[in-house]
C-alpha cells in the first residue's frame, strides 16, 4: 500500500544528505518535494514555523547536525564557546543540548498556533533519545537488556573509584549527549596495565575526534583525556564483549518503526568501536541471520521493538544493539532518534523514510 501524497515540512539544514535523501524518497513515491526550512531561519526569526504549516502537513524534525553554522548557533545559544568545527574539534555537548532543547520548546510552542498538522517525532523523544544517562535510566525500568552503568561520572578519579568498587576493569566512556561515536573510549585494564581505544586527539587543552581510532597505553595520558572530557558530561557503561562474525567484530542498528523491527545494519570492526564513518563497514546481514537462526533473529527484532516501546508513542527510532559471543545475550547500547539513515536497505520494497510516511499513515487512519 502507497500512502496517499501529504504536503511534507522537513526542518533541516537544507543543503544536508539527510534532507537530499528523504527528497529523493518523497520522489520515489510520487510524492510532491518536500519543503525544507532551516534551522538558522527558524533560530533568527526569519522563519515562523507556525507560518509555514499547512492544514494536514506532516512535520518531521531532522538532525541539525552536518552544518557548521547550525551547530555552532546552537552551542552559542546554550552558552558554550566557540570551537573549531571545520578542524573537527569536539564540540561542547553540553552547551549544544542546551541550544538545541532550547530550539526544539520554542518550536514546540511555535506549533501550538499552527493549523492541525502531524509530528513525525515528539520534542520529549528526540531530546531523551539524545541524553544516554535517561535513555539508560528509561531501558532499565522498562526491563530492557541494557549494559550496567556507573553513577554520574565526574573526574577519572571518581570513575575509577566507582569501577573498583564494583569489580570492573573494561569499561566504555561515552559522551551524555554525543553522536557517531563522538567522544567515545573503550577502556581496560590489569593490575598496572592499561589500554584504551579512543576516536578523539587530545592536543593541549583541545579535543578533537579523530577518523583514525587511536591507542594509548599510558595511565597519566588516559587520566589527562578522561578529565578533560568529563567537564561534557560522561556516560560510562560496563564493557561487555561483542560477538564474533565474519571475520570482525559486530553490533547492530535496527531502526524500529510503527512498533515493528525493519531494516537492520550489521556493523563490522576490527576493534571494539564499531561507527561505520570510522572506516569500518557494513557486515552481511543476511549470511548473519542464517548463522543466528529464525528463533534468535526474532529475539532480536523483540529486543529492538521493546526498546522503542519505552518511549511511548514514538513512531520510529535507531535502535543499535550487542550480541555477546555465542550469541549468549543481547543488550541495547543506544537509542537513537536520527538513527534511521540506512540508504540502501529496503524492507518490503520500501526505504526507512517510506516506511516511516507508511507507519504513520496506519497509525492514523
Same mark, same amino acid.
Request: proline content about 5%; hydrophobic content about 45%; cysteine-free.
Given at each position: ?10 526542518? /533541516? ?67 558554550? &564557546? ?27 510552542? &511555535? ?28 531501558? &532499565? ?22 569501577? %573498583? ?8 566512556? %561515552? ?12 577502556? &581496560?585494564?590489569?593490575? %598496572? ?36 572530557? /568529563? ?135
Amino acid at each position: 500500500m502507497t500512502p496517499a501524497p501529504r504536503d511534507v515540512l522537513l526542518i /533541516a539544514p537544507p543543503d544536508g544528505r539527510r534532507a537530499r535523501s528523504f527528497g529523493a524518497t518523497l520522489e520515489s513515491m510520487g510524492w510532491p518535494p518536500g519543503r525544507v526550512l532551516s534551522y538558522l531561519n527558524l533560530m533568527t526569526g526569519r522563519a515562523n514555523l507556525a507560518q509555514e504549516v499547512r492544514p494536514g502537513s506532516v512535520v518531521r524534525f531532522e538532525s541539525p547536525g552536518e552544518d557548521i553554522q547550525t551547530e555552532l548557533a546552537l552551542i552559542e545559544l546554550g552558552g558554550g &564557546q566557540p570551537v573549531d568545527l571545520e578542524a573537527g574539534e569536539i564540540a561542547p555537548s553540553r552547551a549544544w543540548y542546551a541550544g538545541f532543547s532550547q530550539v526544539l520548546r520554542e518550536l514546540d510552542a &511555535q506549533l501550538q498556533g499552527a493549523p492541525p498538522h502531524t509530528r513525525m517525532q515528539t520534542t520529549a523523544h528526540i531530546l531523551t533519545m539524545f541524553d544516554k544517562p535517561a535513555t539508560h535510566t528509561l531501558l &532499565q525500568a522498562a526491563g530492557v537488556s541494557v549494559p550496567e552503568a556507573l553513577p554520574d561520572i565526574q573526574s577519572f578519579d571518581g570513575l575509577m573509584h566507582a569501577a %573498583k568498587e564494583r569489580g570492573w576493569s573494561r569499561l566504555f566512556v %561515552k559522551l551524555a549527549y554525543g553522536s557517531s561515536g563522538s567522544g567515545i573510549l573503550a577502556l &581496560q585494564w590489569t593490575g %598496572k596495565r592499561v589500554s584504551a581505544v579512543t576516536t578523539v586527539r587530545h592536543e593541549g587543552r583541545r579535543l578533537f575526534n579523530s577518523r583514525r581510532l587511536i591507542k594509548l597505553e599510558d595511565w597519566a595520558e588516559i587520566e589527562a583525556l578522561i578529565d578533560a572530557l /568529563a567537564p561534557h558530561r560522561l556516560h560510562v557503561e560496563r564493557w561487555l564483549p561483542k560477538a564474533s562474525f565474519g571475520g570482525g567484530t559486530i553490533d547492530l542498528r535496527v531502526v524500529v518503526i510503527g512498533g515493528r523491527a525493519q531494516h537492520a545494519l550489521v556493523r563490522a570492526s576490527r576493534g571494539p568501536i564499531t561507527n561505520l564513518h570510522l572506516g569500518n563497514e557494513r557486515g552481511d546481514i543476511e549470511a548473519l541471520k542464517a548463522g543466528l537462526g529464525a528463533e534468535r533473529w526474532a529475539e532480536v527484532g523483540r529486543t529492538a521493538e521493546a526498546a522503542l516501546a519505552a518511549f511511548p508513542g514514538a513512531l520510529y527510532g535507531g535502535v543499535d544493539l550487542l550480541l555477546t559471543p555465542g550469541w549468549k545475550r543481547q543488550a541495547v547500547l543506544e537509542v537513537n532518534a536520527f538513527g534511521d539513515y540506512h540508504r540502501g536497505v529496503l524492507v518490503d520494497g520500501w526505504d526507512t523514510y517510506a516506511a516511516e510516511l507508511l507507519a504513520l499513515e496506519v497509525r492514523n487512519a
